[in-house]
């Protein structure tokens, strides 16, 4: 229950998003935000002023919900200046208007002019500077005439009045906590997006370079300290110059993110593997001796051979793998010694004839 309507309402502060990671996103939530509350404030207004038979006040905030409701469509149709500006505008008259001419300042409903002034510094960015200083000093300076000007009001009684007190204050704290809340997880999800795409390889969605090298610190450091065994091994498609002169690169690029999958679905979920440049891989095996990576990477080098990749004109391209493994071993301090190893043995398995898997035994030279 409690998740589908935080679903529901992750939707509606959705509204009118195309792009779930540009600019601006902390900004459109805050402003859809502001919108669905405002409109659902102006209901309640209707309703209750509509029962306390006070028809000016059910109109005025019925005029309140029709602007609300054509900001709310601006942001979903893409005017977000619009839609920024609307806000304020609309919050700030019916602040005013509701605090000085039937509430009064008792009534604490000009206090209200915090969330504009909260509303401003979050949404305008900082060429709308001006803009945003317009906002925070007319909402100061009217707060300012709504406390000493009218502070009984003429529609409500004291008690009502404090109870509109109380609801203000819950309600702009609530407005804080859940604009925090807001601002928070958009920056949460955009840092996590980020830091994916610094990790990933474009091409064939793996590991980068530089992702697969802070795994193999952290699997090498682990290993030495739990005692346990691991492997790295360096995998390279054989003659993949001859493909992309064969069939063009964009052939090669096609090899490149089929073999990439296939190694994705070959190795298991516990081992790391990522794109160690051009059409050479890396693949980190945790506590695992050498004799059972081989046997993991015998069965990748056949499925990788048994692959059926195609061109756009239907042409099947041949395609193998060569690779070296190397373990951890007594003498060793740096994982880059497993790797000097590994490539050590990669170049064996060329030389005796490629599509092969060669292992690293320490009396080589
Ligand atoms: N299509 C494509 N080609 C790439 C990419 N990165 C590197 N290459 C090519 O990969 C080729 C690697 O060639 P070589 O290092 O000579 O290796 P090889 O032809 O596979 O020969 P062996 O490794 O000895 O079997 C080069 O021609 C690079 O241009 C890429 O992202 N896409």
Redesign the pocket.
């Known amino acids: 229950m409690f998740f589908s309507i935080k679903k529901i309402i992750g939707k509606l502060l959705n509204l009118g998003f195309t792009d779930a990671f540009g600019n601006d996103l902390n900004q459109k939530h805050v402003v859809n935000f502001s919108y669905l509350m405002f409109c659902v404030s102006c209901l309640v207004m209707i309703v209750v002023f509509l029962f306390r038979q006070m028809p000016s006040i059910a109109f005025f905030s019925f005029v309140g919900l029709i602007i609300g409701l054509v900001g709310l469509r601006y942001n979903y149709m893409g005017y977000f200046s619009r839609a920024q500006l609307l806000m304020p505008i609309v919050k700030i008259c019916q602040i005013t208007i509701l605090s000085l001419f039937y509430f009064g300042s008792a009534s604490g409903f000009h206090w209200f002019f915090v969330n504009v002034i909260a509303y401003a510094f979050i949404v305008f960015r900082v060429d709308q500077r001006f803009t945003k200083y317009w906002v925070v000093t007319g909402s100061v300076l009217l707060f300012l005439v709504c406390e000493f000007l009218n502070p009984k009001g003429v529609y409500l009684t004291a008690f009502e009045q404090a109870v509109v007190l109380t609801i203000v204050f819950l309600s702009v704290c609530f407005n804080f906590a859940v604009v925090i809340n807001l601002v928070m997880s958009r920056l949460k999800a955009v840092n996590s997006h980020l830091r994916t795409l610094a990790e990933r390889d474009e091409?064939t969605g793996l590991s980068n370079r530089r992702k697969v090298l802070a795994d193999a610190v952290n699997i090498f450091a682990d290993s030495v300290i739990n005692r346990e065994l691991c492997v790295f091994s360096i995998v390279?498609?054989?003659?993949?110059?001859?493909?992309?002169?064969t069939f063009?690169?964009?052939?090669?690029?096609?090899?490149?993110a089929q073999v990439a999958t296939m190694m994705g679905s070959v190795i298991r979920s516990q081992d790391e593997i990522g794109r160690y440049?051009?059409?050479?891989f890396i693949v980190i095996m945790r506590n695992t001796n050498l004799k059972n990576a081989e046997v993991v990477m015998e069965r990748l080098r056949d499925a990788v051979e048994n692959m059926l990749i195609e061109t756009e004109q239907g042409i099947v391209i041949p395609v193998t793998i060569?690779a070296g493994l190397a373990s951890i071993g007594p003498n060793i301090s740096r994982y880059e010694e497993i790797l000097a190893m590994a490539d050590k043995a990669l170049y064996t398995a060329?030389r005796n004839g490629?599509n092969r898997i060669s292992v690293h035994s320490s009396f080589q030279n």
């Open positions: 091409l390279d498609l054989d003659h993949f110059k001859k493909i992309n002169d063009g690169h964009e052939a090669g690029d096609l090899v490149l440049g051009g059409e050479e060569s060329k490629r």
